[in-house]
């Protein structure tokens, strides 16, 4: 068994999330690779490689992106420690795996369990177009809402509510019992709270948990497991 020395979060997403890191995971060091920007080079992943942890010789990143798991990949090949990349390409994945951790697991193991856990969460983002823009049939004006579902844009409006409402009916669809809603900087607990009541009770077999993001971009980030 390899004892947790720290989590290392250059870009803290939520307070809650470090928190719950550090306190109750006890195998591992994670590493969560910045995630608010579309992609990070391989020198910035090796330097944070090596911050902080020249005594570490087993190490897990999540990257929390797509755009940056190669270059985690690759960064991880040309470090001296033994780096496992778990293929996380989102927040709610990220999450997802670390909370499959067990102290009593070996390295091995723990991995197994967080690249298995990925599979079994979805992810829907919450942002605003920043131009002008057509996809898939949909005319989109810039600073509208936009609800993406694993990564892939599936609606568009200017009422929060019936994008929320719209972006849950497509990821769902039949599967997923536990909905959690990460509340970004422009997006309080109330509002969240609210939009959950106007579904007026659709998603009732449906777990909701709400905390607080502060992610800057996306007004809501929404994991469905």
Known sequence: MFPLKEVLTPNKFNNAFVDFAVKD???????????????ITITEVAIILNFKISLLSLLSILPNNKNIILAAGQAGRMSSKNVTVIPSKSIPQGIGALITLN?????ITATVKMEESLSSVRT??????????????M?????????????????T???????????????????????????GESTGINEAEKLVEMTG?????????????????????????
Do not use: W
């Open 25 to 39: 995971i006890r195998a591992f060091s994670i590493i969560l690779v910045e995630n608010n920007r579309t992609s």
């Open 103 to 107: 102290p009593g697991d070996d390295f």
């Open 124 to 137: 829907g983002e919450i942002t605003r177009a920043v131009r002008d823009t057509i996809y898939n049939g």
């Open 139 to 155: 005319i989109i004006k810039e600073g509208e809402l936009i609800g993406l579902s694993d990564g892939e844009l599936k609606h």
């Open 157 to 183: 409006g200017t009422n929060i509510a019936t994008v929320f409402e719209a972006l849950l009916e497509e990821m769902i669809d039949g599967d997923g019992r536990l909905i959690t809603l990460y509340c």
């Open 201 to 225: 009770g659709k998603f009732g077999n449906q777990e909701f948990e709400i905390q607080t993001g502060g992610q800057p971009v996306y007004d809501l980030i929404i994991s469905v497991e």
